[in-house]
Each structure stands twice: as structure tokens, then as C-alpha cells.
């Protein structure tokens, strides 16, 4: 098994998003005032280790990808070497049939082919099982592995939605700041970092102030409790994350009911919002 038949991963994407956090790092050393404190030295660390973590993870996928072309090409080996073994037994059947013509004048010469051919039947049963428990316990391995990367898939999952949500709370304490570059800044990156999760997949949401609440895309912050039919959103405390068209997380919010007045005669109550791409 040759390099050439294993497939190759893109790095570029996984290399700048490494750099994009790194600088993201070195941006806030950079800007916060120094002794740094321990929210920034706790963001620079999340930063750092994600870029590192981004910066192995190609690697990691192309060795698992190796990994399973090296199994299949050995598995592939074995089937070929069975047909061969089970071919050679229907020769040495066809020769026994060839030899029972003869056997009044070899009648020893039989005996002892049959002899032979009782002996490679038997194992060729014995082999034939043995090769069935490989392939059995190969199954049991390959679904092992399936289930390792399904928990791997969901760690990182759970590690990218708790990046996001601490890009979404620093975008936000950037807007409650008043400087306009600064939440210009924050607004590029947290748009950057939304476009690289979203090509994998991850696609964040966020609920729009005044529209009705939806508890199937929007969830209290406060409590479990359902509101009101008429209540509406007065603030997005976190955003919502759909997986691969699946809903991962609903959108934190906080709503107040709605008067009498906030949905007067003649005006219909607005649709569920769907999750934003």
C-alpha cells in the first residue's frame, strides 16, 4: 500500500484558522493594558490552545485516514489468498474424481488421495472459521473506532460551541463599549470565526429582539418555565447552533410578556425564526 492511495487533506483552512487565533491572541497582548488581568490571560489562553489544537488536527485525521486504507488493503490480501486456497481445493476434488476411474488398478493410490483430501477439507473448514472470527472481531474493531470518532466528534463540537460562545460575549462587550473600532474589530472577527464552523457544518443563530419567542428555536435563560404565547424577546444572552441541519443548542434569551396592546386586532403574530446561515 503505496501514499498514493491514501486520500489527502486540505490543510490551508486549518493552518489559518491557527493563525487567525494566534493573532487574535497577540492582537488582545497588544491592547489590553498591562498587568494583564485574568479574563484576557484565560481568552489568550482558550485562543492559543485552539489554535494548536486546529494546527494537530489535520494531521490526526490524515493518520486515521492511513490507518483504515493500510486495514482495508490487508483485509483485501486475506479474501484474495481464501479464493486461491479454495480454488487449489477444487482442483484436489476434481483429481480425486479422476482418481476413482482408476482404482481398481490404484485402489491404495485412492485411499491414500482420499485420505489427503479429507485432511485439506478439514482445514479448510478450520481455516474458513478462523478467518470468520478475524473478520468478526476486524467488525467489532471498525465499530469501535466509529464510536471513538462519533465521542470525538462531539467533544470538539461541544469545544467549538464554548469558543463561540466566548467570541459572542466579548463581540458583545465590544458593542456595550461605545468605540467604534474596537466592535468593528470584535465584528470581523467573531464573523470570521462563525465563516470557518460554518464550512464545517456548525452554523450559529441568533434571536432578533421583539419578535415572539419559539421554544423550539429559543430557550430561557431564567428558569425552564414556558412563557406566554404573546411574549416577546427583549435581549439574545447566547446564540442558538444548528449541527449539519440539526438544532445542537436553542438561543438563550429573556423575553417579557406582551400587553393587550403589543398585538392589536388585525395583525397576525410573527413566524418562528428559522436558523440564520
Not at 20 to 26: E, N, Q, S
Not at 95 to 107: E, H, L, P, Y
Not at 229 to 251: C, F, M, N
Amino acid at each position: 500500500m503505496t501514499d498514493a492511495n491514501v486520500p489527502k487533506l486540505n490543510k490551508t483552512p486549518f493552518f489559518a484558522g491557527d493563525l487567525l487565533l494566534i493573532f487574535v491572541a497577540g492582537w488582545i497582548v497588544y491592547q489590553t493594558p498591562h498587568p494583564i488581568g485574568p479574563n484576557s490571560v484565560l481568552l489568550i489562553s482558550i485562543l492559543t490552545f485552539a489554535g494548536a489544537w486546529l494546527s494537530i488536527l489535520p494531521f490526526l485525521l490524515e493518520y486515521r485516514a492511513a490507518l483504515k486504507v493500510a486495514e482495508a488493503g490487508s483485509l483485501t490480501t486475506v479474501v484474495e489468498q481464501m479464493t486461491d486456497l479454495r480454488t487449489l481445493a477444487n482442483q484436489i476434488s476434481f483429481a480425486t474424481a479422476q482418481w476413482q476411474v482408476v482404482q481398481d488398478q490404484a485402489s491404495q493410490t485412492v485411499k491414500a488421495t482420499h485420505e489427503i483430501a479429507d485432511r485439506i477439507t478439514k482445514e479448510a473448514q478450520a481455516f474458513t472459521a478462523f478467518m470468520q472470527k478475524a473478520n468478526d472481531a476486524e467488525r467489532a474493531h471498525l465499530r469501535l473506532e466509529v464510536e471513538k470518532l462519533r465521542r470525538g466528534e462531539g467533544d470538539w463540537l461541544q469545544s467549538v460551541v464554548i469558543l463561540l460562545d466566548h467570541v459572542y460575549a466579548l463581540h458583545q462587550a465590544g458593542l456595550r463599549s461605545g468605540q467604534p473600532v474596537l466592535i468593528e474589530q470584535l465584528g470581523h472577527f467573531q464573523a470570521a470565526c462563525r465563516d470557518s464552523v460554518r464550512r464545517l457544518g456548525l452554523t450559529p443563530f441568533e434571536a432578533t429582539v421583539n419578535e415572539p419567542f419559539d421554544g423550539s428555536v429559543h430557550q430561557l435563560v431564567k428558569g425552564d418555565g414556558k412563557p406566554e404565547p404573546s411574549a416577546r424577546i427583549i435581549q439574545s444572552i447566547a446564540t442558538g447552533y444548528t449541527y449539519q441541519g440539526k438544532l445542537v443548542r436553542r438561543a438563550l434569551v429573556d423575553v417579557q410578556p406582551a400587553t393587550p396592546q403589543e398585538n392589536p386586532a388585525g395583525q397576525g403574530e410573527l413566524l418562528s425564526p428559522s436558523p440564520q446561515k
